[in-house]
């Protein structure tokens, strides 16, 4: 459920205490504080959209099934060898282990 931020309103009409209510996005805002019933006024946040872009979230996109559904081939280079092997992809024209010193010679040396 969304958090939202809420600020009493004093008599004079001065800032008051900023607090914080968890509820449904259904639920009417609020108009006084839950245990002291001083009138309050709902401050507007811009949204958290960390949970869509974190490193997590990456990483499971470009899981190898993900890369496969998707229709793309994927090669991990491997450490030792400096070569790359393909980890995931269905097609069968593309190798399963590319040098990268060969192909920079086909390239002529690029």
Excluded at 7 to 15: A, I, N, P, Q, S
Aim: charged fraction near 30%; charge should be positive.
């Amino acid at each position: 459920m969304p958090v939202y931020t809420y600020r009493v309103v004093l008599e004079d009409g001065t800032k008051g205490d900023y607090f914080e209510v968890e509820h449904s996005m259904s639920e009417p805002t609020l108009t006084e504080h839950p245990i002291t019933g001083e009138p309050v006024v709902k401050i507007m946040k811009a949204p958290n959209l960390g949970l869509k872009h974190t490193e997590g979230a990456t990483e499971k996109k470009l899981e190898n099934k993900n890369v496969e559904k998707a229709g793309f081939t994927k090669y991990e280079k491997d450490k030792l060898t400096g070569k790359y092997h393909k980890t995931a992809g269905t097609n069968k024209n593309l190798p399963s282990t590319l040098n990268t010193d060969v192909i920079r010679k086909n390239m002529g040396g690029v």
